[in-house]
């Protein structure tokens, strides 16, 4: 009796390395797996032996793999053994050192072929999520195009949108490509949803933030606006290094978790270093709302005036410390 076996080596992260289809008569000689050149079935691992083990077909049609008497043998569903038949292999798989060989044989009954639906709707939800985060991010450009400058709009809007277009367009290429090298696919659509979702969900989120502290004169709304766009961001780092790298979930969440810390403590650091240079700087609580928007009383003429008188001691305070700074 003789079948062909198809037989795929996989690298430590599963990810294949080649393929090949081989006969195998029963009572004939043995498939022979190895580091060795001369052997059936090459495998390029430190930690398997030169020759490392035999495939051979039993007249019953049984599949045996047999240890050649190495020093690691093979290692199957986490327990070394030095034998083991083809049909005990969960999945087919049997690990040979580092890596990982998956069999199965011509005589092997197939499952029906499955109906692929999903992955219609995952590509146009893909696309339904750039496109909506495309547009939320346009509306957002043209919106505090309108706030700032109504009279020149459309230059505004169109200059805005070329630098967004080139910040994010570096971005999502930078992952494509990355995806391309590690994976071996180019993963534009689901990139894309991530990329510019992230973009407008973070570009709204510190505009409805804004327009918060001033419509209820709570300052800390800031500190949780920034905690949700930390989440924003991480959850948006978290996706492409999922898509365009083979990390498992917990080391892609530390990496998400970790970068936007790091990233928001430089920030920070870098924003107050250049303020404590600058004794004219004044940073606005809000952005400039209509007054109708705001929710809270204002203050009294004599306490404006006396946060007023504050505020140039604290300006006066500054210059003269710059001074100082200049002459040490």
Sequence with gaps: MDAVILVDVLDAHRAMISRQRLPLAAGGPPLVIGRNVACDIVVNDPYAAARHAELSLDPDGSVRVTDLNTVNGLILMGERVRRAMLADLEDGEIQIGHSHLRMR??????????????????????????????????????????????????????????????????????????????????QWSRTAAVTLGAAAATLWLAWITDVAVFATGVSRLTAYGTLLGLVIVGTALYLHVRIASRLHRLPAAAIACVVPLLGLAGFVWFTNQRHAEDVNHITPPTGIYPPSWSRHNGIRPDTFLEESLDLRDRADQKVADARLRARQ
Excluded: Q
């Design 105 to 186: 044989m011509s005589t092997d009954s197939l499952v029906p072929e499955r109906p692929d639906l999903e992955s219609l709707r995952s590509r146009h939800r893909e696309y339904g999520a750039t496109f909506a985060g495309a547009m939320l991010c346009i509306g957002f450009v043209g919106f505090r195009a309108w706030a700032r400058a109504p009279d020149n709009v459309p230059l505004a809007t169109a200059t805005s949108l070329l630098l967004g277009a080139a910040v994010l367009g570096a971005w999502l290429f930078l992952w494509v490509l990355l995806g391309r090298a590690v994976r071996s696919k180019w």
